[in-house]
């Protein structure tokens, strides 16, 4: 078993550094599982509807086989593909800039309890309302930047799987 955990963390790290030489391609890749995840959905909805007594669900049925094939055209249309990432773009902006205005009252909030957390929440409240914006102004560099977290956000679960497997007997 600490082999195993050895290469699979070696082999996430890897994973990791590729992904940040082609940020971009990962970022866009979303698009694909994305796609995936609605054709099983879909075949879930199908065979719950066919498992489903005294009698067959049709119209569960008939909305799984429908959810497929979006997936399906997901999978294989660039353009809704390319639409979709778009879209994630757009609701990482939005995301950003309301994560920051209720962080900026939460700091208005708590400037009355304790001034130095106040203004530090403030002001990171304002940093991501300015990331959102940056995000709506500049898709690409948003997708670029999603790209980068990913391959770090890999490389350290590999790093952490390699640690875990090496120290499995010390704990």
Not at 24 to 41: D, E, K, Q, T
Not at 76 to 99: E, K, P
Not at 151 to 170: C, E, K, P, S, T
Request: positive net charge; charged residues 10%; glycine residues 14%.
């Amino acid at each position: 078993m600490k082999i195993a955990g050895i290469v699979l963390g070696v082999i996430t790290a890897l994973l990791g550094v590729y992904a940040f030489c082609v940020p971009l391609g990962v970022f866009l890749g979303i698009s694909w599982v994305i796609a995936v995840l609605i054709i099983v959905n879909g075949v879930e909805s199908i065979a719950d509807g066919v498992a489903s007594q005294p009698k067959k669900d049709t119209g569960k049925i008939v909305l799984g086989a429908l959810i497929v094939l979006a997936g399906i055209f997901l999978l294989f249309s660039g353009i809704l593909r390319f639409l979709t990432d778009m879209m994630m773009v757009y609701l990482i902006g939005g995301a950003l800039i309301l994560y920051g205005i209720f962080q900026i009252v939460a700091g208005w909030k708590k400037k009355e309890i304790s001034t130095g957390a106040g203004v530090i929440s403030i002001i990171c409240g304002v940093i991501s309302v300015i990331g959102g914006f940056l995000a709506f102004g500049h898709p690409f560099l948003t997708m670029i930047s999603v790209g980068y977290i990913i391959a770090f956000n890999l490389i350290m679960q590999g790093v952490n799987m390699i640690v875990i497997a090496v120290n499995r007997d010390r704990f």
